[in-house]
């Protein structure tokens, strides 16, 4: 069974960064695009950016410019870079593969922007 363990989130004042980082096992990570997604209170669950095998990206655009995502194929982990955090930034983090025909969600992790 594919694990996606993210990590990084916390609390940050608007302005700030934070990087997020997922690890990946049991997948032959380097063949597989990569997703980071969100979830803010009592909103649906967006797509914030994704990179593919070739490490080419994709972005929502209410975060082209601020967040950058890439990948480490060694380590197994995809990154996001996110810079200029907004409070609207607030949200559960979470990032998905699809292997085998299946979706693969990690278990979130929670950034906070405020002051």
């Known amino acids: 069974q594919v694990q996606l363990v993210e990590s990084g989130g916390g609390l940050v004042q608007p302005g700030g960064s934070l990087r997020l980082s997922c690890v990946a096992s049991?997948?032959?990570?380097?063949?597989?695009?990569m997703g980071w997604y969100r979830q803010a209170p009592g909103k649906e669950r967006e797509l914030v950016a994704t990179i593919t095998s070739n490490r080419l990206t994709n972005y929502a655009d209410s975060v082209k410019g601020r967040f950058t995502i890439s990948r480490d194929n060694a380590k197994n982990t995809v990154y996001l870079q996110m810079n200029s955090l907004k409070p609207e930034d607030t949200a559960v983090y979470y990032c998905?593969?699809?292997?085998?025909?299946?979706?693969?969600w990690g278990q979130g992790t929670q950034v906070t922007v405020s002051s």
């Open positions: 998905k593969v699809i292997a085998g025909g299946r979706d693969y």
């Open positions: 049991r997948i032959i990570f380097r063949l597989y695009r």
